[in-house]
């Protein structure tokens, strides 16, 4: 395949990626360098192949064409998506199983424009119930975790998970389940643009790191997502199984609050203590 034909292909996928996610994926947002596969043609071979391209009707012109005049929508536009418009292919999405025995979907809840992105594993069965993230006991103790450092699902913070729609028995989400429902948390990140991520639980951090390594790993130190930092800590669930781990999240949670206010000084302005 030669260069040209590259990158029509790719201008093409990302025209579909776009048209999909509703805004440019971040693996769109620069064009690699496209080289041919092959050494050049010979004159005689260059002429073979405009032969055959004309006999049939120029096709990879008309490709190379139509990627041109379908451009995909700026980075800046998103084709004007909202977390309203998410939340509705949501609330519409039958990608995987879980979609045929959920109550509710739970596309997430906060403020617009939030300080912080605490993304979890998935909803539980008051989540299912009600269609809001983290109303369970879980989510008491998050609330609780997050107004100790100034935070808060009202005023700072919004707040997801990696599937929308409840596991069975509150089991892990599969990956074939997490794949299917992730270009939903990239889109809310897209739109969100959160200044930081805190990942609660080894489902979280593992798909959104791409990674497999254990949570005891990846605790500590802040990690790059898409050039927002983001720390992992222990999920809240896992905090009411074993009271030992409340010390070591603390510990996670000054480390966030102290990059949190380098980055965002009056992060905090708008908080009121419940």
């Known amino acids: 395949m030669l260069a040209p034909e590259k990158k029509a292909v790719w201008n093409l996928l990302k025209t579909a990626s776009s048209s999909l996610c509703g805004y440019v994926p971040g693996s769109f947002s620069s064009m690699p360098v496209f080289s041919d596969d092959a050494e050049p043609a010979t004159n005689a071979e260059a002429s073979g192949r405009t032969a055959h391209a004309s006999a049939s009707g120029g096709r990879a012109d008309n490709f190379t064409n139509e990627a041109k005049s379908n451009p995909a929508p700026a980075e800046s536009g998103r084709s004007g998506i909202t977390l309203e418009d998410v939340a509705q292919k949501v609330a519409s999405c039958s990608r995987c199983a879980l979609s045929k025995k ?154 966030f609050r102290a990059e949190l206010l380098r980055l965002v000084p009056d992060y905090a302005k708008d908080f009121i203590k419940k």
């Open 102 to 255: 959920r109550t509710h979907t739970v596309p997430g809840m906060g403020v617009l424009h939030p300080a912080v992105l605490v993304i979890g594993e998935g909803p539980g069965a008051e989540e299912d119930a009600q269609g809001l993230p983290f109303v369970g006991p879980a989510g008491k103790l998050l609330d609780k975790m997050l107004e100790a450092i100034s935070l808060s699902r009202d005023t700072n913070c919004y707040i997801a998970n990696i599937v929308k729609c409840r596991p069975p028995n509150n089991r892990t989400p599969l990956p074939e389940e997490a794949d299917a429902c992730i270009s939903f948390l990239e889109a809310q990140i897209h739109i969100l643009k959160p200044n930081l991520i805190l990942a609660a639980g080894r489902t979280a951090a593992q798909n959104l790191l791409k990674t497999t390594e254990a949570l005891s790993h990846l605790r500590g130190t802040f990690r790059d997502y898409n050039g927002i930092p983001l720390l992992v800590t222990y999920h809240p669930s896992a905090l009411l199984r074993d009271v030992s781990l409340k010390r070591p999240a603390w510990e996670d949670l000054k480390l």
